[in-house]
């Protein structure tokens, strides 16, 4: 550091500290490297201030505490004094007494770098996890070794150049374009603590190190060409960079060190750094004991809000009692402040014939409740024969009324929207709960075997928007893949099939051999592994009269243990509007599946939401089929949804469910039906415009299960355009379709 020299005592006295008589070699390597830079009073001020710390280091007892504070303050200490005992014999300027005092400083933070640095070097080079201090004393380490180099070169190749472009390469290769850029800034910069340098090499140096990540996907050469590029571009274009010839010679020397680098070691470093992995010892067991600690603390959570769920559950029992005799006994008192207060009959009318004039107000509110209001002409004789203020009573008793009416409609609102509430907080509980017990069976992503496959998608150019192994209990790794939508979409699936199963070493597949076109952005489905089965999907839908937007919805969902969850709802009417509501509906259920609620309560969440989703009218019919491709189950779920089909070598049964569409009664039922299913078994399904368009004669679901009986062997999207195609031919005349229509067709195939 210009007339500092603080790094050499540093590292003799950590070395000496940590690896014993081993640091004699330390010893004797900053003595020969003090000769080549020193002479003098300085020199000789340096061995004897270098011999002086390695001897006071090792006198120190072994078993001292605090030794990250003892080591470098002895360092500080002898320092300061050797090198003033030499200023002593002469008269120096008190700034050469302040530049000692500053490399003294320096040479005992340094100390307590180098004493967290020199082994954490060994675990850089075994792969093990290195902590945010253990890196920052690495950098440092590395800094002094570039700073170090000084002026030392062979013209026209200087050994700082050919470092600082190791350092580089290595960062882009390991961390790509940012921490190539970033690397290139730190070793741009830290010559300048040795001697001058222009600030353009800081830019410099940066830009090429971006440049190289760019190209980190090429693996090594991609790295060193960008590199080279990006070198030759600013000898070019930045003055005082450097002449090209000693460019290009620094650049080709450092690439040929970064290419011998063996592969192994560089992996170990990056894992190191990026904490690729956790090898230390004991890091498995600390990472059971904090993932226990984390499902014991979240099973808390889930008990939290499974005790807020049922104060809910009470309050809405509560607010449903409530309206009974006590809400009449108030409308009674009310009327006699409002109305008789004041009369001279208020005691005989209230108190002694208290029994007489109950039953008589709750007669004028039944005829309220009849005919909407009270005429004087509605009140008895009895209360006329003794009462002066018949219009006075009958207007009160009309508004009283009213007002009883809609405190009535919201305290029902009120009870219901607690029992949304309640549903929430048990399903959150649930799902909280769920979590818990994934942790506690160390169900989780295997981070580094996807970053791995990423690699290789993108080496071979396949189109992957996201990417996710999770380490299933069922069979094995699961895949979670999202593809940009495309009108190739099946054969991109089959061609990323292939290469997973070659990647994992074992077949993986799909759940459906082909998903239709649609109009989504993004395909997101799984990969299993040793799938038993599979669904050849078909999919035929048209719109009402000259509609261009269907009110149905339909969509597929991938689940995780090998399940297709397929879904059909049709909203209210037809249309954008009808469109809008369906696709909300499927959407939120898919949403709610994929966050861990189960089938009933992510049902009767949708029902709820969609509930409180507009005050207008509306609901969605919901149909859905889960089906099991490990062990060929399948579950039907109808919210109001019409019949679906199931066939079986010509044989074709009805799945059907009595119950309202989602979002017209606050609780639903949710009623699922199973079957077991065999290969070449199918499934379909249809909106009630199937129904209601076909212009022929007889039971409804009757010509369709006709109609399957004669083309059990078509494949399925044949099967779905034919029955789409009969729906508005029944009589042999095409009409307009009264109803949006849409046909699902599922078969079950063998992988």
């Excluded at 090198?83 to 490399?103: C, H, M, N, R």
């Excluded at 990647?503 to 990969?527: H, K, Q, V």
């Excluded at 879904?567 to 939120?588: V, Y």
């Amino acid at each position: 550091m210009g007339e500092l020299l603080p790094f050499g005592v540093a590292f003799v006295a950590a070395s000496l500290w940590i690896y014993g008589r081993g640091g004699m070699a330390a010893l004797l390597g900053v003595l020969a490297g003090l000769i080549t830079v020193a002479s003098g009073v300085q020199l000789s001020s340096g061995v004897v201030a270098v011999v002086a710390v390695a001897l006071v280091v090792q006198a120190i007892p072994a078993g001292i505490k605090k030794q990250w504070l003892v080591v470098p303050g002895l360092v500080l200490a002898v320092l300061i004094v050797t090198k003033t005992g030499f200023l002593a014999f002469g008269d120096p300027p008190p700034y050469v007494y302040i530049s000692v005092i500053f490399e003294a400083v320096f040479a005992g933070a340094l100390t307590l770098v180098l004493l967290y640095g020199l082994p954490s070097l060994v675990k850089l080079n075994s792969g093990k996890t290195l902590g945010g201090e253990e890196i920052f004393c690495i950098v440092i380490i590395l800094v002094a070794i570039i700073a170090g180099a000084g002026q030392l070169e062979v013209d026209p190749v200087s050994l700082k150049g050919v470092l600082s472009r190791v350092v580089v390469l290595v960062a882009a290769l390991a961390g790509g374009p940012g921490l190539g850029a970033a690397a290139g800034a730190v070793v741009g910069i830290i010559p300048g603590l040795a001697y001058a340098v222009t600030p353009a090499v800081v830019g410099a140096y940066s830009f090429a190190g971006l440049l190289a990540g760019l190209f980190r996907n090429l693996g090594k050469p991609g790295v060193l060409v960008g590199f080279l590029l990006g070198n030759i571009i600013l000898s070019v274009y930045v003055a005082n960079y450097g002449d090209l010839a000693g460019v290009v010679a620094e650049t080709a020397l450092a690439g040929l060190l970064f290419l011998v680098l063996p592969a192994a070691v560089l992996n170990r470093w990056r894992k190191a750094v990026f904490n690729g992995e956790k090898t230390g010892p004991g890091s498995e067991n600390n990472e059971t004991v904090a993932r226990e600690a984390v499902a014991r603390r979240m099973r808390r959570w889930s008990g939290v809000f499974r005790q807020l769920a049922g104060t809910f559950q009470q309050a809405a029992g509560s607010v449903e009692r409530a309206g009974g005799k006590d809400s009449w006994q108030g409308l009674f008192n009310q009327i006699g402040d409002k109305v008789c207060t004041g009369c001279a009959l208020y005691r005989t009318c209230w108190e002694r014939d208290f029994y007489n004039t109950y039953q008589k107000m709750l007669d004028l509110f039944a005829v309220a409740e009849a005919h909407g209001r009270v005429t004087p002409d509605d009140i008895g004789d009895d209360i006329r024969r003794r009462c002066s203020r018949i219009k006075e009573l009958a207007i009160t008793v009309t508004c009283l009324y009213e007002l009883h009416k809609l405190n009535r409609y919201w305290s029902r609102r009120v009870s219901e929207s607690r029992g949304i509430v309640y549903e929430q907080l048990k399903g959150v509980s649930e799902i909280i709960n769920n979590l818990s017990r994934e942790l506690e069976q160390d169900r989780k992503y295997d981070d580094e075997k996807a970053f791995q496959l990423r690699q290789k998608f993108r080496e071979f150019g396949l189109p992957v928007a996201g990417l996710g192994i999770i380490n299933s209990d069922r069979e094995g790794a699961e895949i979670e893949i999202s593809l940009p939508a495309s009108p190739d979409i099946n054969a991109e699936i089959k061609q990323i099939a292939d290469f997973v199963s070659d990647f994992m070493g074992r077949p993986y597949a799909p759940a459906a051999t082909n998903y239709p076109w649609g109009d989504e952005d993004i395909y997101a489905f799984y990969l299993y592994p040793g799938l038993n089965y599979g669904l050849e999907l078909g999919l035929a839908r048209r719109a009402k009269g000259d509609n261009t937007v269907s009110g149905d919805s339909y969509s597929f969902l991938s689940l995780p243990g090998g399940k297709l969850a397929l879904f059909l709802s049709d909203g209210m009417g037809a249309g954008p509007g009808a469109a809008a509501e369906s696709s909300a509906a499927i959407s939120l259920l898919q949403y709610l599946l994929e966050s861990g609620f189960d089938r009933d309560l992510a049902l009767k969440t949708l029902n709820s939401l969609l509930m409180l989703n507009s005050p207008e009218d509306s609901f969605a019919t919901v149909d859905m089929v889960v089906v099991d491709l490990y062990s060929a189950r399948v579950e039907f779920v109808k919210i109001g949804a019409p019949p679906s089909f199931f066939v079986r070598e010509g044989r074709v049964g009805l799945i059907r469910a009595d119950s309202l569409p989602a979002g017209i009664i606050s609780d639903i039922e949710v009623f699922a039906v199973s079957r077991e299913m065999n290969p070449g078994d199918m499934l379909v399904m249809v909106t009630d415009g199937i129904f209601d368009t076909y212009p022929g004669g007889g039971d409804k679901e009757d010509w369709i299960s006709n109609v399957l009986q004669e083309v059990v062997s078509l494949p399925p999207q044949d099967v779905a355009d034919l029955i789409l195609r009969l729906a508005c031919t029944g009589t042999g005349q095409q009409v307009k379709p009264g109803d949006d229509m849409t046909v699902l067709v599922a078969r079950l195939a063998i992988n």
